[in-house]
């Protein structure tokens, strides 16, 4: 950035702080924005998931109407903007937020006309053509016709699905996965994906789907900042509660997407508005019965019953049912909250129509559990004796294995062929250097060779006993336990400084953590992952007047990643910090000049 561009921002933001007045709130969005403006290095176009209104003003000829008043008014906000037709009746306004609104024009020797019930979706573009009757401008005309069903100003394929659609579908923990059900979405994933869906692990949610025979290889962006994770998943799992819309263009996008061969999914935080308003949410979802078929659901539950296991669930018996019949899974629990409105100090601050905040969290617990076996040394074997191991064939008299373990042992000692034990400190060697080990008779080591250190006793006594059949091979059934917790909260705020400058803030963190269990008595050996991504987005829209030096609208940048004051230009993730740490915050600031 030049520093005459500098410059004429710095007189820009002046010029704004001056309009909005010289109060305390003013200097602060003065601060953030100059500093956060100063990352705008080098531009690209970006998809924010902001939307357009956009048309043409006639008279009742179908002449231009020029230099005609344009208001666009949020209904749930009451926040205005607003604009001027041009010489050909054109208007168009951006960076607006997905919501209700209504579109006001007025014009000297017209009546006012009124478009109301206009609902803006995520990405949107509606064209609002408007007709002005003539008469007294302070008559006013509403007009009752529907927005476009299609969006003739964009030649993408895809849906948009609304947080009330997210909320009442079944997704599973990721609202993502309502995806599938736009038109052009392929998926490899057959099976419930409310079991085996989006992870809230750090990979992120992946969901197996795409377009045009390309699955997996996704773009996710939030508020426009990217929303990457590893593996082309999606780094921040918000809930419906914190959701606005979630946009999903298929095919034909525009410039402002060129980072996939698959889908763009750009997603939307909730704004607050004039209203309080919130939602809270609890789910359960009982994994072990959800994934089990028909008739292992009934095997399982005959042997509970036959073993009396309701009366006396902790049985041998019982545990042995639960171990062999009763998997996969155990339980999951789900909740969200989130709450928005106007942010109100009363006797010190009204931000009705200003300032206004949204905060949501999420807490999931899906713990999973699975059945394993593996080989272990039997009660009897920790104590020296390994006689219960499968017996082998002596061989043939006369053979140096015959002669060393007759000549060891009584005769009819039992030989234990390929588990046979022999003693490591009676090593000798033959006349042809070859040494030999005398075998421990009977398969049993003596009490004076078994160590009795503390740390031998420690890892004895951490060893569970076999609980299945044989001595050899694998013995020992136990209940692998993964217990997850992903919580995120997610701050949002939005100011209008004025009709024509507006800011938003929005910053998410997630937090995830992973145990898995191991088979060792008292938790030994249990492992544990703890991870956290931050993300960030904030785009301000200024006037046309003090940016006419950007030439382009939707200009934007982001900054991913940062340490000790550097910022990284560019999308996607960066790894790094601490040990056990992985970290990515984004900034995504864009302005859009009004035509």
């Known amino acids: 950035m030049t520093n005459s561009k500098i410059a004429v921002f710095q007189l820009m933001m002046k010029k704004i702080a001056l309009r909005a007045g010289s109060d305390l709130l003013s200097r602060l969005v003065f601060v953030f924005a100059s500093t956060a403006f100063l990352c705008l290095t080098s531009t690209a176009l970006a ?12 008279d009742p000829v179908g002449a231009s109407v020029t230099n005609a008043q344009v208001e666009i008014r949020n209904t749930s906000t009451n926040v205005i903007l607003k604009a001027t037709t041009n010489e050909t009746g054109y208007y168009e306004v951006g960076g607006l937020n997905p919501g ?26 509606p064209s609002i053509d408007i007709t002005l009757k003539v008469g007294n401008s302070n008559e006013t005309v509403t007009v009752t016709d529907t927005v476009p069903l299609i969006d003739a100003q964009s030649v993408s394929i895809g849906q948009v699905i609304t947080s009330e659609e997210m909320s009442a579908l079944p997704n599973g923990q990721s609202p993502i996965w309502l995806a599938m059900i736009a038109p052009g979405v392929q998926s490899n994933y057959a099976q ?26 996704n773009e996710f962006s939030l508020d426009g900042a990217p929303n990457m994770a590893n593996q082309r998943g999606q780094a921040i799992n918000l809930s419906p509660e914190e959701l606005g819309q979630t946009s999903v263009n298929i095919t034909q996008f525009d410039a402002s997407v060129g980072h996939t061969y698959g889908i763009s999914l750009t997603q939307t935080t909730k704004p607050g508005t004039n209203q309080l308003h919130g939602g809270i949410r609890y789910r359960r979802y009982d994994l072990r019965f959800f994934g089990m078929q028909h008739f292992q659901r009934l095997t399982y539950l005959y042997n509970l019953q036959k073993d009396n296991c309701y009366a006396n669930p902790k049985s041998t018996a019982c545990q042995t049912d ?13 909740n969200d909250a989130g709450i928005g409105g106007p942010v109100y100090i009363p006797k010190i601050f009204d931000g009705r129509n200003r300032l206004f905040f949204f905060v949501g969290v999420i807490n999931e617990i899906p713990t999973n559990a699975s059945s394993q076996t593996i080989n272990l040394p039997t009660a009897q074997q920790k104590t020296g004796d390994f006689s219960d ?8 008299k006369g053979s140096k294995v015959e002669t060393l373990f007759n000549g060891s042992c009584a005769p009819g000692t039992l030989y234990y062929g390929q588990y046979q034990l022999y003693n490591p400190y009676s090593v000798t060697v033959d006349s042809t250097g070859v040494p030999h080990r005398k075998p421990f008779c009977g398969n049993v080591i003596p009490s004076n060779l078994i160590s009795t250190m503390p740390m031998v006793q420690i890892i004895n006594s ?14 020992y059934l136990y209940m692998q336990g993964q217990k997850q917790t992903y919580r995120a909260v ?17 910053w998410t963190r997630g937090h995830y953590t992973k145990l898995t269990q191991n088979f060792l008595n008292g938790g030994l050996g249990d492992s544990t992952e703890d991870r956290w991504v931050s993300t960030g987005a904030g785009p301000p829209r200024y006037g046309p007047r003090d940016v006419r030096w950007l030439t382009s609208p939707g ?34 600031l864009s302005t859009r000049r009004r035509r």
Request: contains cysteine; glycine residues 16%.
């Open 47 to 58: 998809q924010t998931g902001q939307s357009i209104i956009s048309g043409i003003v006639t």
């Open 100 to 125: 209700p609104y209504e579109v006001s024009v007025v014009a000297g020797g017209f009546e006012r006309s009124v478009r109301p019930n206009i609902d803006l979706l995520a990405d949107g573009h």
């Open 192 to 217: 419930n994906y409310t079991l085996g869906g989006a992870s809230s692990s750090w990979n992120g949610a992946g969901p197996q789907f795409g377009a045009y025979g390309r699955i997996g290889a």
């Open 322 to 334: 639960q171990n062999k019949f009763g998997w996969p899974g155990t339980h999951a629990n789900f």
């Open 389 to 396: 191991l499968i017996t082998g064939t002596l061989p043939a």
């Open 462 to 475: 951490a060893l569970p006993d076999a609980n299945l059949g044989p001595a050899s091979g694998n013995n």
């Open 490 to 506: 997610t701050n949002r705020y939005d100011y209008a400084a004025t009709d024509a400058d507006h800011i938003f803030f929005r």
């Open 555 to 588: 200009r934007s940048c982001w900054c991913t990643g940062w340490r000790r004051g550097r910022c990284r230009m560019g999308t996607g993730i960066t790894t790094g910090g601490r040990a056990g740490e992985s970290w990515e915050r984004s900034v995504t």
